[in-house]
């Protein structure tokens, strides 16, 4: 069984950095496709950036270039570098995966999903 834990969240003021990580355990000798979303509440989940198991990435149109995804060496390790956060970056952050998945940032796409980690950005 697959199983999902995020760390790194936090709080920060506007124009700081987190580095979100997301340990992927069972069925580590695969490399699975994995993403971020993160919620507001009230609100859906939005893709923030997914990676395939080739490497491929993709990223939420809505981020401008300020968040990078990748993976340590073994993939079992996700991370999620924020840079130059917003208060509209504020939400609880989803770490998921799939064996197989090409929809990288469609939510409906993955099959295992972390508890979440938190993410507040104060002006």
């Known amino acids: 069984q697959v199983q999902l834990v995020e760390s790194g969240g936090g709080s920060v003021h506007a124009g700081g950095s987190l580095r979100l990580s997301c340990a992927r355990s069972?069925?580590?000798?695969?490399?699975?496709?994995m993403a971020w979303f993160r919620q507001v509440a009230g609100k859906g989940r939005e893709g923030v950036a997914g990676i395939g198991a080739d490497g491929t990435t993709r990223y939420g149109e809505s981020l401008k270039g300020r968040f990078t995804i990748s993976r340590d060496n073994t993939g079992n390790t996700l991370y999620l570098q924020m840079n130059s956060l917003e208060p509209e970056d504020t939400a609880a952050y989803y770490c998921a995966a799939r064996l197989v998945c090409s929809a990288y940032l469609e939510s409906r796409c993955y099959e295992y999903w972390g508890q979440g980690t938190q993410v507040i950005v104060s002006s």
């Open positions: 069972g069925d580590t000798t695969r490399r699975y496709s």
